[in-house]
């Protein structure tokens, strides 16, 4: 039973637009919401997270949006960069869990 | 440079072997991870560690095993290896639980 879930495996944006990035999860016991980058041959790179009580966290380029009635969030990078392509992972925990991923979403920013 | 070391970054072995990788937190992180990232799949929980002690369980199988000795630093231990164990193995470390974890570059272990 996958309890992150991002359903997008790939997505491809144009230099300078709005990437989206799409997750779901199931355990509403969830309250901590991290997303993760990760290029070939590295370990994941922390981005953002945000927790429970916000629904929404801005750092620079990258906002994330919490929905919890939905269950959902997101991650929007603005503007898109190549520097960005990517895997991007999105994980969730809570006190008692630890961080649980989802597969990821590879994004090709497009020069 | 996230801050955390894993040791060696790859690995080579036959099937029913027995490997230890091993990994060293950031300073002042108490909380270490180990997660499994095989082909096309996401990030699997293995097993955490906090200040020593065992502090929750994923979908680790019996032949593997880990610790976390006093200096914090921890070993994962995979044994009767087989094709299938080939993977990435990260280890990552917190302050404490429920805050952003940091990970290592990996280790990418290949079974023969």
């Known amino acids: 039973d996958q309890q992150v879930k991002q359903n997008s495996p790939s997505l491809s944006v144009q230099e300078g637009r709005i990437s989206i990035l799409n997750c779901d999860y199931t355990?509403?016991?969830?309250?901590?919401f991290l997303w993760y980058k990760k290029y070939p041959a590295e370990g994941p790179t922390f981005l953002i997270s945000?927790?429970?009580?916000?629904d929404k966290n801005e750092d620079g380029r990258f906002t994330v949006f919490l929905n919890k009635s939905a269950k959902h969030l997101s991650l929007h990078i603005v503007p898109s960069q190549p520097g960005d392509s990517a895997v991007y992972f999105c994980?969730?925990?809570?006190?008692?869990?630890?961080?649980?991923f989802g597969k990821g979403t590879r994004l090709s920013v497009i020069a | 440079d996230s801050g955390v070391t894993q040791t060696p970054k790859h690995l080579i072995t036959a099937t029913g072997q027995r490997v230890t990788l091993r990994c060293s937190p950031r300073?002042?992180?108490?909380?270490v991870y180990w997660y499994q990232q095989s082909l096309d799949q996401g990030l699997q929980f293995l097993i955490q560690?906090?200040?020593?002690?065992?502090?929750a369980k994923g979908n680790i199988l019996e032949r593997f095993s880990a610790q976390q000795f006093p200096d914090l630093h921890s070993e994962l231990n995979l044994s009767s290896l087989e094709l299938g164990d080939s993977a990435l193995y990260f280890c990552?470390?917190?302050?404490?639980?429920?805050?952003?974890?940091?990970f290592g570059q990996g280790t990418r272990l290949t079974v023969v």
């Open positions: 990552a470390s917190s302050v404490d639980v429920n805050t952003e974890a940091f």
């Open positions: 994980a969730a925990s809570n006190s008692n869990t630890p961080l649980v």
């Open positions: 355990n509403s016991m969830f309250d901590y």
């Open positions: 560690y906090y200040n020593g002690e065992e502090r």
């Open positions: 300073s002042g992180d108490l909380s």
């Open positions: 945000i927790s429970s009580i916000k």
